[in-house]
C-alpha cells in the first residue's frame, strides 16, 4: 500500500468519525479548503474523501455550493428501520440457538441490569451496539454483518440524541430474558416492539431534537 492510499483511507475515515459521532452535524458545510487547512494537506484527498462519502449517503453535493453534511430524510429513516427489522428479525428468526450459546449473552444480561440500576447512559450505549450486533453476528455470515453495520453507522447521530435509553434498556433486557428463557416467538415478538419504538423516537429525534442543537457553523 503506497503512502498516499493510507493517507486517503485516513482523511476518508477521519471525517466519517466525526460526521458519525456528531462532531460533524447534519446540514453543517463542510469547506474543502479550511479542511484541508487544518489537517496540513493540499485539497485533492479531502475532495477524494468527501466525494467518497457522498457515493456511501453521508456528505450531499451541491453544485456551487459545496460540500454539506447529509441530513437524513424520514423516508430514510424509516427505509433503515425497515431494513433493521429484516435483518435483525431474520437473525433471531433463523440463528436462535446460536444467540443462545454466544457467550456474551450472560455478561450483556448483566451489564443491562447495571444500567438499570445506575441509569448509565455510556454503559448503555456501548451495550446498545454490542446487543445488537450479537443478534447479528451469531448468523457468521459477513454480508449481513456488513450490512447492518452500514445501517447502524447512518443512525447513529440520531440515537445519540436519544433520550429513551432506560426503556430502551427494559426492552432490551425483555429480549434478552426471552432469548435465555428458550422462547423464540417471545423474543421475536419483543424486538418488533423495541424497533418499533426505535423508529418513533428516531423520528421524533430528527423533527424535533436535532434542532435543538445550536453546535455546528461552517468548518
Ligand atoms: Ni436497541
Redesign the pocket.
Known amino acids: 500500500m503506497s503512502k498516499d492510499y493510507l493517507m486517503r483511507k485516513d482523511i476518508y475515515s477521519l471525517i466519517k468519525e466525526k460526521i458519525v459521532s456528531g462532531s460533524f452535524l447534519p446540514g453543517q458545510r463542510l469547506n474543502v479548503r479550511n479542511l484541508a487547512d487544518i489537517l496540513h494537506i493540499s485539497t485533492t484527498p479531502v475532495r477524494d474523501a468527501l466525494l467518497k462519502l457522498s457515493n456511501e449517503g453521508f456528505v450531499e453535493v451541491f453544485p456551487r455550493r459545496g460540500f454539506f453534511v447529509k441530513a437524513l430524510s424520514e423516508k430514510e429513516v424509516l427505509d433503515i428501520i425497515e431494513a433493521r427489522i429484516m435483518v435483525e428479525g431474520f437473525c433471531i428468526n433463523n440463528y436462535f440457538d446460536e444467540i443462545k450459546k454466544c457467550e456474551d449473552i450472560d455478561s450483556l444480561k448483566e451489564k443491562m441490569l447495571e444500567v438499570k440500576q445506575t441509569k448509565n447512559r455510556k454503559l448503555f450505549d456501548e451495550l446498545?451496539k454490542k446487543?445488537?450486533s450479537a443478534i447479528i453476528c451469531a448468523s457468521y455470515n459477513n454480508n449481513i454483518i456488513r450490512f447492518f453495520n452500514e445501517l447502524w453507522e447512518k443512525i447513529e447521530i440520531l440515537r445519540r440524541h436519544n433520550e429513551r435509553f432506560m426503556k430502551?434498556n427494559e426492552?432490551?433486557l425483555k429480549i434478552i430474558l426471552s432469548i435465555l428463557a428458550d422462547n423464540k416467538k417471545k423474543a421475536y415478538k419483543a424486538l418488533l416492539i423495541?424497533l418499533s419504538n426505535?423508529k418513533k423516537e428516531t423520528l421524533y429525534s430528527l423533527n424535533e431534537g436535532i434542532k435543538t442543537i445550536t453546535r455546528g457553523g461552517v468548518l
Do not use: G, L
Request: aromatic letters at 12%; a negative charge; charged letters at 25%.
Open positions: 446498545d446487543f445488537h430502551s426492552e432490551h423495541h426505535v
